[in-house]
């Protein structure tokens, strides 16, 4: 093993049993484990056997990050997570902005902001919430080269232009990234930093590709002048772990997962990227053990308890959904170097801020039980 | 608005159906269902998808293993009923096959799609080789990776236009706004109708003299070509024009398809059935999608609801915790473990009714907003995927007769 010291000391915390007493002792101690870890350290427990983290470690070193872009497929609750990791952060006395770049804002009614937009907007306390279009990118990009804001409304109204930016392909990624990127580098009248982190809900897998590539295809389109200035600071600024990470949500079901590592694998190949995290998403917890279920089983084979009969399948579909959870993991922890974060199921057809608070604490609360 | 609300009953005589919504509803798996219910009524049928995943061609056996790396050409038409026939119930076994019913299944590739759309556009060779080496072009062709919107369509329209198919099912790419989509063919026709395209056709190139830019548009024009030359750098915007100058043979054609595709989604024979799952984000998301449509002069024909959690009548009332401990303390269990069993029990109803209490709001809500003749089934949960092609084609019937209510597999 070629870790330090301090990098022994996690591998010993993260194994299962001693992980269990880890998650009662002081936070500050658990901000004492983080301040060692490296940022996007190599497999801590070798190439063979990688071992989840205990989560309050990949947390806050998740949330020690500048930007962080949460993605996933379609469903599987990555503005629930996003959302969540906003809150933890905020919480823990960080100043962040949360983005968004759908159509339907999600945040907005859950944090009480009635028209999110490209200016952000205080959400909580700590908490600034900003929804995105590509034409407010643009002209976000334009102001701060040009600093003549009258001037650049008035070529950003002629429809020609307009038109232009609209159909060239994946151009919202870039600029969104922009923004962004260059947002969190404004400083406040006493010089001091506006945001500590922002937190970017992306849209699908393929806005992640196209964010990606798209610093890449600039820096060839533009061989020089300031779009391939930008471009060459932001593929930088994407290809530096300690100050962006990238989290991929996805849900306990065979498809969504086999479609992460998919998307895991080709950042990788493609762009030499490697997530910071992977959430495993609603997650059932533990229920009823099998030997009881069999034994009630056997028992109600007689007597025509139908309530009791239900129930138990119930309990014993709940199970084997967490069955399932559990078997997918070792392939996400073995992907994911260890980083891997268990979010529980929490039977919510709707998440009210409450229940999005109880799954901030989740992501950083070390599971009592790591999986075999 | 011209169009109403497509009927549920027109499906069978429909030639081409959008399946959309948000990504992780099932609607691959509704494509391929919907698709080989098509076939096994006797007509040609093709699915489209876009899915990186290659759920589609695994949904229908096509492609058994993610990890196989079984080459499935992009692009190409690939027969898949005579695979499934057999697959099928006795009573389906080969119907679609004795009255001459085929099902083929396309992956979109964008970026290779754009090359062929090139080629078919530009019969001159050399024409050709200078759009495909244009610097531009090819540095923007990998993004196309992330924006398969327009080629999905495109390629649609191509096919259509085929006539090689009765029926087309198009898988839509998973996109955060399904509007985009909508837009995809409008927004590219009026970009090439645009100013902007004889605009930057007239930028001067190398060594050639500006002609007439102050003519053509004015000083908001000229103001705005100075604009992007700070922005993106004076010595980019040839570059840009010569893409543009290489593109001019290409552009009017492109023009018109992309108004064919406009056509094409308005057609009376084109039905839009949106997929959705229970939760309160896809519900929200559905909704805006229904308006969305409606607000484009489309009205959608229906839902499909997937994953919707199917109780066993018992489970509609709470589970009497006390009463259930006594039975098993009746049978011998001590009474402390009785009751720590019973509430676990408890627990696993009530989480399951509380589910099914928020879909069957959902479902309400969804029955009203398909209307009178419109389509919403209901597809129940099941564990694990549908990967059986009898219980695909049972979910195809059923939308394909729209039928109103819950698929009974």
Redo the contacts between chains.
Sequence with gaps: MQQSANGAQIIIHASPKLGQGLRHRPPVAILRFTVILPPMVAPLSGPNSPQQLPQSVICADLLRKEVLFVTG????GK?TIAQAFARQAAQAGKRVLLVE????S?AGPLLGVRHPGPQPQRAASNLDLMALDVMDSLRY??VQ??KLET??N??L?????E??F?????IK?ILVLYQVWHMMQVHGPRGDKRWDLAICDL?????V??MY??PR??Q?????????NYATGMRAMLADPGRTGLVLVT?P????V??TL?LQAILQREHGVQPAALILNSVVPA??APD?AVM?EQ?TAE?A???????????Q??A??RQ?ALDLLPQLVAAAHGRVLQVPCL?????PLAQIDQIAAQLATDLAVAPA | MKHSARRARDLATAKLVVLAGSGGVGKTTTSAALALAYAIDGQRVLVLTIDPARRLLQALGLQTEHASGEAVTPNVAHEVLPRLAHLLPATQHGLGLGQGGTLHAMMLDPTTGAIAMVERLLPNPAMRDQVLNNRIYRAFLPTLQASPDYMALELICELAQSGAYDVLVLDTPPMHNALDFLRAGHTLASFINDRVLKWFAKVPLPGKKATGLAGLLGTGGSMAMSVLGRLFGADTIPDVAEFFVSFQEVLPRLRDRALATDALLRAESTHFVIVTAPGETSLREAKHLHHTLHSHGIGATGFVVNRVLRLPAELRSPVNAPQVAEVLANSGIAVDRAQALAGHLQLAADRLRHLDIADQEHLRSLRELAGHGGLCVSVPQREGDIHNVAQLAVLGRTVLDGARGEVVF
């Design positions: 497929k379609g469903g599987v503005s770049l759908e159509a339907v999600r990009f334009a080269q040009l001037l650049v008035l070529a109204r002629n429809k020609a232009v038109s232009f609209q159909a060239v392909p994946a990624p849209p699908t897998s393929g806005f590709q196209g590539q798209i295809t600039l060839q389109a533009f061989r020089v002048g300031p779009v391939h849900l079901e065979e498809m969504p086999v479609e998919e229920g009823i009881d009630i028992l007597p308890d139908h309530a009791m009969r239900a129930s138990l399948w119930a309990a579909l709940l084997g959904r399932r039977f919510r057809r709707e998440l």
